[in-house]
Nanobody, 122 residues
Framework: VQLQASGGGLVQAGDSLSLSCAAS????????MGWFRQVPGKEREFVAA????????KYADSVKGRSTISKATAEATVYFQMSNLKPEDTAVYFC????????????????WGQGTQVTVSS
């Protein structure tokens, strides 16, 4: 599956943001999907994941309670919405496909999309 992320940009602290990741090439309906983020000089970190059927979702503690991941199979798109953005949310956000939300949380990724920059100003 090929992935194309979009929706990043410059926002202010406290704002909300929605990221999209469009899939192509087949296999999306059976793929678990996730979002990761990375800042310069640091390792890419897990943010959120949803299982192939959309029923099991995992979140990093840093975004839990203020973010939602959802999978729209008919649209071949996975969405990530985050509210109450903080400057520390500034990063390049990557979408990813994997076998399960549990394995994605462990960093086991089958396919990566290109990143989209999110910058949160204070």
């Amino acid at each position: 599956v090929q992935l194309q992320a979009s929706g990043g940009g410059l926002v202010q602290a406290g704002d909300s943001l929605s990221l999209s990741c469009a899939a192509s090439g087949g296999g999306f309906s059976r793929a678990s999907m996730g979002w990761f983020r990375q800042v310069p000089g640091k390792e890419r970190e897990f943010v959120a994941a949803v299982n192939w059927n959309g029923l099991s979702k995992k979140y990093a503690d840093s975004v839990k309670g203020r973010s939602t991941i959802s999978k729209a199979t008919a649209e071949a798109t996975v969405y990530f919405q985050m509210s109450n953005l903080k400057p520390e949310d500034t990063a390049v956000y990557f979408c990813a496909a994997g076998q399960s939300s549990d394995r994605l949380r462990l960093g086991v990724v089958h396919s990566w999309g290109q990143g989209t920059q999110v910058t949160v100003s204070s």
